[in-house]
């Protein structure tokens, strides 16, 4: 049942704080409603005006150009009428007086905040972790410091086997190529990589496609320490078993933190992000969040397909629109490796009362693994082709019974949904569904 925000007063001055990729899309979302609030303001502490940050992989391995990860320019902004300031990080908010204020000095009032600051890099505890030499993958700051590193050789080690690990090691291993070229090992600490969206076939047949593109790949590895060489700089990484790898630089992607300093500081309510309710509304009426520095529900935020959910929802509360506010749903996941083709939802490992259905092709390197429960699907991994991958998806997602197709579920969305269609075409409740 749609419902209106409980802070009804017209918004006349909006500030969000972030120019990433969901403050941004709130923008054009905003852009979209002709109730938009009447003055914007954007803040960013990046000096770049909103760019993709999701081709920060491909950037890295040097298949895509810097330009064309811009969103819209600083002059797209001047002419919609929205100031954007850039290069300034908010340090606080007053929220009696409804004033903020930015590292520069700067005061600007608002009716409403929104704070789509997103999240830093998670950092293990371990010794060593300071030195020069460490970097994370998170902005273009850090793509051009690894593009740098990749083009001196050497030797690089990867902290974290997940989606963002496996593309900074992909593409450092790939912008090496042809220069002095560099070696690469991937630290794992489960025993898979990517444990959260693989089943184990999957993961192994994505470790032997990586080895056989010259990546070294340790899975079972605890990282104790990383060392300093003469020059201060790391030259090492220790593991709890004694292992020893040689490293020129090190790449920490373990995950990431919800970046809420700012909430805290201004005393919102925070647990491991900043909370908000289906409205994205913070502890504080008139200010709002969204994107991976919120937390609804207990869940946090780490790509963007629920993030433009958020978006969506919050441009229509900020335009006085009533709404069904933010639901959260499943989200599906892919690899950006070029040459691995890898979709996955659902849980990795089945339960006792899930049919598991598996395809196999060695030769064409095709894996499919579903997971059905009364009919139902409720995961799938496909490695290689994975063309039918957002059909399962949206089959799962709208829950429906695909007991009809069953024998033909492995192969692939086409001939599956033809059984489906002659299934409802021959159901007796065909005629009451044309007659409605
Ligand atoms: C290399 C890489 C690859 C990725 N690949 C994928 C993918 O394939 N698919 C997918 O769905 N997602 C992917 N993601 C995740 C996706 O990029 C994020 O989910 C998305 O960017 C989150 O948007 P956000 O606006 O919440 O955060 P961000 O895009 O990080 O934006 C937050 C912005 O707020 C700014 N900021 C923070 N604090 C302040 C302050 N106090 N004052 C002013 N500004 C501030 C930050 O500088 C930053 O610019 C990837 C991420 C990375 C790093």
Known sequence: ?????????????????????????????????????????????????????????????????????????????????????????????????RTLTTDAGRTLDYDRLVLATGSNPARPPVPGLELPGVHVFRDLHDADALARAAAQGGSAVVIGGGLLGLEAAEGLRKRGQGKRGMQVSLLQRDDRLMNRQLDLTAARLLESELRGRGLDIHTDAQLESLEAGSDGRVCAARLADGTRLAADCVVVAIGIVPNTALARAAELDTQRGVIVDEWLTTSDPAIHALGECCEHRGNLYGLVEPIWRQVEVLADCLCGKPSTGYVEAPTATKLKVSGVALYAFGPTEPEPDHEVLSYRDPQQGDYRRLLLRGGRLEGAVLYGDTASGPWYFEQALAGVDLTACRTALLLGAADAQVLLDDALNESPQRPAKEAA
């Not at 749609?2 to 990729?21: C, K, Y």
């Not at 002059?75 to 929205?82: L, M």
Request: no cysteine; aromatic share 4%.
């Open 1 to 97: 049942m749609p419902r209106r925000h409980p802070e009804t007063s017209t918004v006349e001055h909006l500030v969000i704080v972030g120019n990433g990729m969901a403050g941004h899309r709130l923008v054009e979302a905003l852009l979209a409603r002709p109730e938009r609030p009447a003055r914007i303001t954007v803040i960013g502490a990046e000096t770049a005006p909103a760019y993709n940050r999701i081709l920060l992989s491909p950037l890295l391995a040097g298949e895509m150009q810097r330009e064309a990860l811009t969103l819209r320019s600083a002059e797209w902004y001047a002419e919609q009428d929205i100031e954007l300031i850039l290069g300034e990080r908010v340090e606080a908010i007053d929220r009696d007086a």
